[in-house]
């Protein structure tokens, strides 16, 4: 069997209301009016709802910064502590053990992320299985939901008549799209 069937076995699997998760995770690019580099770090949460129906939600994690290690490891760490704690709560909420999978680039599969993975039991009191689809860029879910934002950006860049200079207006553009599901953060 090969590991996207494994992973779509995983997500078959997923019990309703049982706290399961499957989180694709990939980087996604933006660009600023001054041709600056925004990074997404998009997380696609899937679980399986108590009518028994798949539900997708996406968390963006908008940054000015080369993404790497560290800033998968922050933003993984962010979603892990409870609102308490000064995190988002978004993952720790979910409840239940979870996966989590995407393409297995240097940002995602590297010693200091995996150290910071394997202690997230007792941080956080969650179980994290890593099943990585591929050594570099595979396509999951990440990449479908980047199209569906595009097109708005490109609107509201054209009636403001420039691109986004700012990490905030690329917050408030989204924010103001009105797609459910979507939550977003900025750094």
Not at 47 to 53: I, L, W
Not at 105 to 118: A, H, L
Not at 145 to 160: G, L
């Amino acid at each position: 069997m090969c590991l996207r069937s494994y992973i779509q076995a995983k997500i078959d699997a997923l019990e309703a209301g049982s706290g399961e998760w499957v989180i694709y995770q990939d980087y996604l690019s933006w660009y600023s009016e001054t041709g600056c580099k925004m990074n997404d770090l998009l997380f696609t949460v899937v679980t399986r709802r108590a009518d028994g129906q798949l539900q997708y939600e996406y968390i963006h994690n908008i940054m000015m910064v080369e993404h790497t290690g560290a800033t998968t490891r922050y933003c993984w760490d962010y979603h892990l502590r409870s609102k308490e704690d000064g995190g988002s709560g978004e993952i720790s909420s979910l409840h239940g053990p979870g996966t989590r999978t995407g393409d297995g680039g240097g940002d995602f599969q590297n010693y200091e992320f995996i150290f910071s993975e394997s202690q997230y039991w007792e941080k956080y009191g969650v179980i994290i299985s890593a099943d990585m689809l591929c050594a570099f860029h595979a396509w999951n879910p990440c990449d479908g939901a980047k199209r569906k934002f595009t097109k708005v950006f490109t609107k509201d860049q054209v009636e403001q008549g420039r691109g986004f200079a700012l990490v905030e207006e690329w917050l408030a553009s989204a924010a103001g799209a009105g797609y459910e599901n979507n939550r977003f953060y900025g750094q």
